[in-house]
């Protein structure tokens, strides 16, 4: 049995948007405002990896639940990028997964729970 390989891209924008519970839409504006995963070429990809979901699913939070806006996600994206090694990064979103999977729909109307 092979191992999943989290880098490939596999899944398109639409099938991300179901996961989430969110609007394609939505999606769509994160990418038009430069706040999803960029390919090696700096263009915006058409297949998102399981690591880009991570950090599409973490953008996606900051957006709706903590209601932050573009310029403030993007901050805190550079700040991930420029300050945190891959490991770092990969550990911080296992941890952000993990808050996830402890969130309900109650939580995403009251943000002040999280």
């Known amino acids: ?30 990418e038009e405002k430069m706040l999803l995963p960029l390919d090696e070429d700096k263009k915006v990809k058409k297949l998102y990896s399981i690591d880009d979901i991570k950090m599409i699913a973490f953008v996606h939070y900051l957006a709706s639940i903590k209601r ?12 991930l990028e420029e300050n945190m090694d891959e490991k770092h990064k990969l550990a911080f979103l296992k941890r952000v997964d993990e808050k996830f999977e402890t ?3 109650k939580d995403s109307e009251a943000p002040q729970n999280f």
């Open 1 to 30: 049995m092979a191992l999943l390989d989290n880098q490939k891209n596999i899944l398109p924008l639409s099938s991300i948007a179901e996961l989430l519970d969110s609007k394609t839409r939505t999606l769509k504006m994160y």
């Open 68 to 79: 932050i806006n573009s310029n403030g996600i993007l901050y805190i994206l550079s700040m």
């Open 103 to 105: 969130l309900s729909s």
